[in-house]
């Protein structure tokens, strides 16, 4: 038996998030009903760095399989994006590390959340970034967003009833960039809560658009209770980047 | 009355191509429909540049139509923006010169064909461009399509059976752009044949790829037949970018 690891992306517009539900289509039933194809019939587990929800888009995902077949890592490369739908392609496959593991070993994430700022939204980007009509400020934003810096309970930021208890987490970059209209929100740490990224970055352009001061965010973090945030930002504009790895 | 003239942008992948006809989703449709909602229940005629097919895009076509309605440029820019659906965006609008024809008055136009040449291509693209594995040779490419600028009869370039007559067109300008891993092929023109920049983009990258010499591109033009020139490249990678006019 071999660990297969592998780096994904997907379009996230089709998909009714990555994980696996009834009567819907998503990302990890693509990739369970083609590896089935593969292992003729035999229905084989595939392990995700960690859940993304529905239209949110991936550029490198990354997940782990086993399998007793001794294929060449181009091979699994050419018979997978063959067989998957075009809106999910796989970018890297190898045999994994000895021990690995896509969800827990997991060291760290990127995300990046996209907004248009175009007078006009294009028709080809309507799916893939979030348009935003008035002009945000971006130096107050750049201000505000050093409040997150750092380690931290982020209770005001992660959707209520999730179970999780420990909601301390560490952001380490929290950057943003501009190409052209595009405005990019690039954000990286140990892990993140339930809508954490998207709830931020709603924080960050209300304090953008002036509908919140810099020194709030400093109170809103403080505060942890989810009303004293912003607006989740929607899905269609996050990306998950990259996923870390010690091993 | 007033005419309105607008260059609207659209992304091809949703429609059976820019011309009504029965039972599809189609631009002028979706145009004709939020302009009789506009005009409470009355048919205003849309006219454009000219038609694209299936799956083609297009980032500046140009469309006019006649009003009695007196609202301002910006006015009328809010307003269709608000009902179009969010695959087809008008970028500008304004009352048109004296005498201004959408088709008659089209003194040229510039399309855009898009491959993408990255080992595996994006999940995001996948409408929008075509994907070449092979990589093309671009100098050779480039020599080729030098014998396409000038006044010819692009008989050879033109879909069999449209019935026109005239296959005589001027092409002014024929250039190769990189952009990472994407190529562009940039093509400019007095008007085009049916499927003309779909042809010309086929039989180039054959050219690209080895599979025709530079030197047989002339002799194919000579031919003035159709089965002489390459395969007509993929819908989803053509855009019609751009329709000139005098007045």
């Given at each position: 038996?071999?660990?297969?690891?592998?780096?994904?992306?997907?379009?996230?517009?089709?998909?009714?998030?990555?994980?696996?539900?009834?009567?819907?289509?998503?990302?990890?039933?693509?990739?369970?009903?083609?590896?089935?194809?593969?292992?003729?019939?035999?229905?084989?587990?595939?392990?995700?760095?960690?859940?993304?929800?529905?239209?949110?888009?991936?550029?490198?995902?990354?997940?782990?399989?086993?399998?007793?077949?001794?294929?060449?890592?181009?091979?699994?490369?050419?018979?997978?994006?063959?067989?998957?739908?075009?809106?999910?392609?796989?970018?890297?496959?190898?045999?994994?590390?000895?021990?690995?593991?896509?969800?827990?070993?997991?060291?760290?994430?990127t995300y990046r959340y996209?907004?248009?700022?175009?007078?006009?939204?294009?028709?080809?980007?309507?799916?893939?970034?979030?348009?935003?009509?008035?002009?945000?400020?971006?130096?107050?934003?750049?201000?505000?967003?050093?409040?997150?810096?750092?380690?931290?309970?982020?209770?005001?930021?992660?959707?209520?009833?999730?179970?999780?208890?420990?909601?301390?987490?560490?952001?380490?970059r929290l950057e943003f960039e501009?190409?052209?209209?595009?405005?990019h929100m690039v954000i990286e740490?140990?892990?993140?809560?339930?809508?954490?990224?998207?709830?931020?970055?709603?924080?960050?352009?209300?304090?953008?658009?002036?509908?919140?001061?810099?020194?709030?965010?400093?109170?809103?973090?403080?505060?942890?209770?989810?009303?004293?945030?912003?607006?989740?930002?929607?899905?269609?504009?996050?990306y998950?980047e990259?996923?870390?790895?010690?091993?």
């Amino acid at each position: 038996m071999k660990r297969m690891k592998a780096k994904i992306a997907y379009d996230g517009s089709g998909f009714a998030g990555y994980q696996v539900q009834p009567d819907s289509r998503t990302v990890q039933q693509e990739l369970m009903k083609v590896l089935k194809t593969i292992h003729k019939g035999e229905i084989v587990q595939v392990v995700a760095s960690g859940r993304t929800d529905a239209k949110v888009h991936a550029t490198g995902q990354v997940i782990h399989f086993d399998t007793p077949l001794s294929i060449p890592d181009s091979g699994w490369l050419k018979a997978l994006n063959v067989l998957l739908p075009e809106d999910i392609r796989v970018a890297e496959i190898h045999e994994a590390p000895e021990g690995f593991h896509a969800r827990y070993h997991a060291a760290g994430k990127t995300y990046r959340y996209k907004w248009d700022r175009s007078q006009v939204i294009s028709p080809f980007t309507r799916n893939y970034m979030v348009h935003i009509k008035q002009r945000p400020d971006l130096v107050k934003m750049q201000q505000a967003a050093e409040a997150f810096i750092g380690t931290h309970d982020f209770s005001s930021f992660c959707a209520v009833n999730t179970g999780v208890v420990d909601k301390v987490r560490t952001v380490r970059r929290l950057e943003f960039e501009e190409h052209g209209e595009e405005l990019h929100m690039v954000i990286e740490g140990s892990g993140f809560l339930y809508n954490m990224v998207r709830i931020i970055a709603g924080t960050l352009m209300e304090v953008g658009l002036g509908r919140k001061n810099v020194s709030e965010v400093a109170d809103i973090i403080a505060a942890k209770e989810r009303g004293a945030a912003g607006k989740t930002a929607a899905a269609h504009g996050l990306y998950l980047e990259n996923v870390e790895y010690d091993c």
